[in-house]
C-alpha cells in the first residue's frame, strides 16, 4: 500500500535530502502524497534537545532496511543531520523526531508527540484491545492495513472513555504488545513479555530489562488474555515506548488492573527516569 513520507509534521521547516525545505513549499506537498517506496522509519523522543538513545534507533533502523532491501545506510549522515535539524529548530525541544528513509531518500522532521502527562503516569492510562496478528514486527516499514485498524480502534471507547493505547491480542486472544509501544504483565510477582518473536525489540524495552535486573527482577516469557488478568486481582500492566517512557495501564476494555499500588512497577518506573535524565546529561556535554 502506498504511503506518504511526511506525517503529522510539525514546525515551519524540515530537512530532506540535506536541504532545508519550507512547509509549505512544493517539495513538502509532494512529500505528503503517497508514493511506492517502501519507507523505514524511526521515532525518536526528545528532551531537553537530546535525541534519547540515538545509537540504538539508528541501530534499529539498518536492522529494518536489512529485513527487506539491503541497501546501505548512513548512520553518521543521519546522526550528523539529526543534529543539525534539531540545532536549527530548537536546542531544547521536548516532543518527538522523526526519521524517515527510502532506497534514495533521507527526511528528518518534528512530529505531533503523544507524551503524557503526570496524572497518567500516577494513575495509569485506559486502553482498547485490538485482534491483530503483527507480520514481521522487528521490521519497522509504514503498513498502511495495520495503521488502518489501529487508527479506527482509537475512535471506539469503553466504560472509562477514549483509549490512550490500543493493545494487540494474537490469534488465542492472548495480549502481547501494543500498537506502539512493548507490553509487559506483572502477576504474582513476577514479570511477563510476549516471546521476542511476536513483539519489536523496543529502545525502551532495553531499558526495561537494565530495569528489572537492577531491581533483582528477571523477565518471564507469558501471555495472557483479558479474561486471565480479570480473574487475578493483583495483576499489573504496564507499556514502555519512546515517547511513553514506563505507562502503567489501569484499564482494558472492560477490565481494571491494580496497578498504581505495585510497589515493583514503581521501582521500574523510578530506574528508567534515571536512565534517561543520565543520557541527557552525558549528550548535553557533547
Not at 553518521?76 to 531518500?105: P, Q, Y
Not at 494487540?168 to 492472548?174: A, E, K, P, V
Not at 482494558?252 to 536512565?275: H, I, P, Q, R, V
Request: charged share 30%.
Amino acid at each position: 500500500m502506498a504511503y506518504m513520507m511526511l506525517e503529522s509534521p510539525i514546525g515551519g521547516f524540515y530537512l530532506y535530502d540535506g536541504e532545508f525545505i519550507d512547509k509549505d513549499s512544493k517539495t513538502a506537498e509532494i512529500l505528503s502524497e503517497p508514493s511506492g517506496e517502501i519507507k523505514y522509519y524511526e521515532t525518536l523522543r526528545v528532551k531537553e534537545g537530546v535525541a534519547l538513545f540515538f545509537e540504538d534507533h539508528l541501530a534499529r533502523l539498518v536492522k529494518s532496511v536489512k529485513g527487506i532491501e539491503s541497501f546501505d545506510v548512513d548512520v553518521d549522515f543521519i546522526n550528523n543531520e539529526a543534529r543539525r535539524f534539531l540545532t536549527k529548530f530548537n536546542t531544547e525541544f521536548d516532543g518527538s523526531l522523526r526519521i524517515v528513509i527510502t532506497k534514495n531518500h533521507i527526511l528528518i522532521h518534528a512530529c505531533e508527540a503523544n507524551i503524557p502527562g503526570k496524572e497518567l503516569f500516577e494513575k495509569g492510562i485506559n486502553t482498547l484491545s485490538l485482534k491483530w496478528e503483527r507480520v514481521d514486527p522487528n521490521i519497522k516499514v509504514f503498513r498502511g492495513d495495520y495503521k488502518q485498524a489501529v487508527a479506527e480502534k482509537f475512535t471506539k471507547t469503553n466504560a472509562y472513555g477514549n483509549p490512550y493505547e490500543v493493545l494487540l491480542t494474537d490469534n488465542d486472544g492472548r495480549l502481547y504488545e501494543g500498537s506502539k509501544s512493548n507490553l509487559f504483565v506483572i502477576k504474582d510477582g513476577s514479570v511477563y513479555s510476549a516471546p521476542d518473536s511476536k513483539v519489536l525489540l523496543g529502545i525502551t524495552r532495553n531499558r526495561v530489562m537494565r530495569a528489572l535486573d537492577d531491581n533483582g527482577t528477571e523477565l518471564k516469557i507469558g501471555m495472557f488474555t483479558l479474561d486471565e488478568l480479570k480473574e487475578d486481582k493483583s495483576a499489573s500492566v504496564f507499556v514502555s515506548s519512546t515517547p511513553f517512557d514506563i505507562l502503567p495501564v489501569k484499564y482494558c476494555d472492560d477490565t481494571e488492573f491494580a496497578t498504581g499500588s505495585n510497589k515493583l512497577l514503581l521501582a521500574l518506573m523510578a530506574s528508567y527516569k534515571s536512565y534517561t535524565d543520565e543520557y541527557i546529561k552525558s549528550h548535553k556535554a557533547i
